[in-house]
């Protein structure tokens, strides 16, 4: 026990022997001192105190930077270090609506966001919480969850970033699907109300309780989202079937036994195509750094497989042009397990941080902190989650395809939206409760309906700005300042 200080700590109680003496305990790091944890008691009175110094009704506020780049030159900025081939595509995409442009733009949003008032509080954030990056993947057991599943942007930084992007998000969805505007604002109001009460229900639970709290199988009750169930069955019979054998089927073919045998992946451009071999070896290699990274007692799972083939394929729409690849590992039997090895950049949130007076965090492997944060948010991880490094860059590795099921928020009827901010905004609050007290939040949104009024007008003021932006943006196009492919 060399490793465990051993110095008394203020408030701490003597420990009875079986003899009837007493010894004291020794302090032991990455616990709290019985002191501190004490001292946290008053965490909730703590959290109130804060609407002094930042009233909630001041969460409407939308105060941008004074440097603000038109939409234009923000997707340019954005699109550095990306393929440069590809980026026609992720403009394209960011075309295709406002709410596809908010999707693109989680950097803007924070140069936004962070002349926006804060309480200071720090929580690990996805840093791009829109409402369609909440979805359904297996776990270890082949069980589905549902919860925050895009992690690129994760950081520490203000919770409410992430409460308003997602509020936000609402919006522009049940515009683009043809709601009213009193159905959108009420979407918004909903998110940030059922945020606020799974907030206070996580404060009043023992610490283990509030970790675990809100089964997916309870969601729907806790969240009164019973409009959305035939929509989650149908998206959860479609992701059961979204596997890497059923992703494997379509994409490769089989090799001639003449030329070794197995299976490789088939071109299908411009989102799937083979890549030359030096380029496949490097990514080849680099699993053998991940292994490093995974959990130890998955190993001898990965070990009964081998490497057949790497593919480069196109995702998403804000990580369009970024390098990512599918690899094809196949077992004794040749049933096949892709592994997604995806680049990690830098947060796009990260340049934002001091402006709203958080310490922005010392340079580490990209993928590390895209794996931790993502491990930090969700109740569930994938087994397989770690990272690596590809020629010099950083990666994360996930596996593709994973069970994977979403609901598209801007198909979703007009009766539905509520229900579906109600869902996602509990999703967000367990979520941020990982990493920050939810007694201090809790404590800050409190029991009236203030906050949830005040971040629905944000979300409506914001969406209006982005769907300016989109705009801005298509004209841009138009007049052949940036290029953009569309229908990819």
């Given at each position: 026990m060399d490793d465990i200080t051993t110095a008394a700590v203020p408030g701490q109680r003597d420990h009875t022997t079986a003899d009837g003496g007493t010894a004291r305990l020794p302090y032991v790091p990455g616990f709290l001192p019985r002191a501190a944890a004490e001292a946290t008691a008053d965490a909730k009175q703590r959290g109130k105190r804060l609407r002094d110094d930042v009233p909630r009704a001041k969460q409407a506020a939308l105060i941008p930077l004074p440097d603000r780049p038109d939409a234009a030159r923000a997707v340019e900025e954005s699109n550095q270090g990306r393929v440069p081939e590809l980026t026609p595509i992720r403009v394209g995409r960011m075309a295709a609506s406002p709410f596809a442009f908010l999707r693109g733009s989680a950097g803007l949003m924070a140069h936004d966001l962070a002349g926006s008032p804060v309480t200071g509080i720090a929580a690990q954030l996805c840093g791009d919480a829109h409402a369609a990056n909440f979805g359904l993947y297996g776990d270890a057991r082949g069980r589905l969850v549902i919860d925050l599943n895009d992690f690129d942007e994760t950081v520490v930084g203000p919770w409410e970033w992430d409460l308003k992007r997602l509020a936000t998000s609402l919006v522009l969805a049940g515009r683009e699907a043809g709601a009213d505007e009193d159905t959108c604002r009420a979407a918004a109001f909903d998110t940030v109300g059922a945020y606020r009460r799974t907030m206070r229900l996580l404060a009043r639970l023992p610490a283990l309780d509030a970790w675990n709290a809100i089964a997916d199988e309870e969601l729907v009750s806790h969240t009164d989202a019973r409009d959305l169930i035939g929509t989650l069955e149908r998206v959860s019979a479609k992701a059961r079937n979204n596997t890497s054998a059923r992703f494997a089927a379509r994409s490769t073919e089989a090799i001639p036994e003449t030329d070794g045998g197995g299976r490789r992946f088939v071109d299908a451009p411009p989102v799937l195509r083979r890549v030359p071999d030096a380029e496949a070896a490097a990514v080849a290699a680099s699993l053998g750094p991940y292994?490093?990274?995974?959990?130890?007692?998955?190993?001898?799972?990965?070990?009964?497989?081998?490497?057949?083939?790497?593919?480069?394929?196109?995702?998403?729409?804000?990580?369009?042009?970024?390098?990512?690849?599918?690899?094809?590992?196949?077992?004794?039997?040749?049933?096949?397990?892709?592994?997604?090895?995806?680049?990690?950049?830098?947060?796009?949130?990260?340049?934002?941080?001091?402006?709203?007076?958080?310490?922005?965090?010392?340079?580490?492997?990209?993928?590390?902190?895209?794996?931790?944060?993502?491990?930090?948010?969700?109740?569930?991880?994938?087994?397989l989650l770690g990272w690596t490094t590809v020629e010099g860059r950083p990666f994360q590795v996930r596996q593709f395809r994973n069970r994977k099921g979403s609901v598209d928020p801007a198909a979703l009827t007009a009766d539905q939206f509520d229900d579906y901010g109600r869902m996602t905004g509990a999703l967000l609050a367990r979520a941020h409760a990982h990493s920050a007290d939810p007694r201090l939040i809790a404590g800050y949104c409190g029991k009236n309906e203030e906050l949830d009024e005040a971040v629905a007008a944000f979300a409506v003021a914001y969406a209006d700005r982005t769907t300016a932006d989109h705009a801005d943006l298509l004209s841009a196009i138009r007049s052949g300042r940036i290029a953009a492919e569309h229908g990819v």
């Amino acid at each position: 026990m060399d490793d465990i200080t051993t110095a008394a700590v203020p408030g701490q109680r003597d420990h009875t022997t079986a003899d009837g003496g007493t010894a004291r305990l020794p302090y032991v790091p990455g616990f709290l001192p019985r002191a501190a944890a004490e001292a946290t008691a008053d965490a909730k009175q703590r959290g109130k105190r804060l609407r002094d110094d930042v009233p909630r009704a001041k969460q409407a506020a939308l105060i941008p930077l004074p440097d603000r780049p038109d939409a234009a030159r923000a997707v340019e900025e954005s699109n550095q270090g990306r393929v440069p081939e590809l980026t026609p595509i992720r403009v394209g995409r960011m075309a295709a609506s406002p709410f596809a442009f908010l999707r693109g733009s989680a950097g803007l949003m924070a140069h936004d966001l962070a002349g926006s008032p804060v309480t200071g509080i720090a929580a690990q954030l996805c840093g791009d919480a829109h409402a369609a990056n909440f979805g359904l993947y297996g776990d270890a057991r082949g069980r589905l969850v549902i919860d925050l599943n895009d992690f690129d942007e994760t950081v520490v930084g203000p919770w409410e970033w992430d409460l308003k992007r997602l509020a936000t998000s609402l919006v522009l969805a049940g515009r683009e699907a043809g709601a009213d505007e009193d159905t959108c604002r009420a979407a918004a109001f909903d998110t940030v109300g059922a945020y606020r009460r799974t907030m206070r229900l996580l404060a009043r639970l023992p610490a283990l309780d509030a970790w675990n709290a809100i089964a997916d199988e309870e969601l729907v009750s806790h969240t009164d989202a019973r409009d959305l169930i035939g929509t989650l069955e149908r998206v959860s019979a479609k992701a059961r079937n979204n596997t890497s054998a059923r992703f494997a089927a379509r994409s490769t073919e089989a090799i001639p036994e003449t030329d070794g045998g197995g299976r490789r992946f088939v071109d299908a451009p411009p989102v799937l195509r083979r890549v030359p071999d030096a380029e496949a070896a490097a990514v080849a290699a680099s699993l053998g750094p991940y292994l490093a990274t995974v959990s130890e007692d998955r190993l001898p799972l990965l070990a009964r497989y081998a490497v057949h083939d790497v593919a480069f394929r196109v995702v998403g729409t804000g990580s369009v042009g970024t390098r990512s690849y599918v690899v094809l590992l196949l077992d004794h039997r040749g049933e096949p397990l892709v592994l997604q090895v995806k680049e990690a950049r830098p947060s796009a949130l990260l340049p934002y941080l001091p402006a709203a007076g958080f310490t922005t965090p010392a340079a580490g492997h990209e993928g590390r902190r895209v794996v931790l944060g993502q491990k930090r948010m969700q109740v569930v991880s994938d087994i397989l989650l770690g990272w690596t490094t590809v020629e010099g860059r950083p990666f994360q590795v996930r596996q593709f395809r994973n069970r994977k099921g979403s609901v598209d928020p801007a198909a979703l009827t007009a009766d539905q939206f509520d229900d579906y901010g109600r869902m996602t905004g509990a999703l967000l609050a367990r979520a941020h409760a990982h990493s920050a007290d939810p007694r201090l939040i809790a404590g800050y949104c409190g029991k009236n309906e203030e906050l949830d009024e005040a971040v629905a007008a944000f979300a409506v003021a914001y969406a209006d700005r982005t769907t300016a932006d989109h705009a801005d943006l298509l004209s841009a196009i138009r007049s052949g300042r940036i290029a953009a492919e569309h229908g990819v």
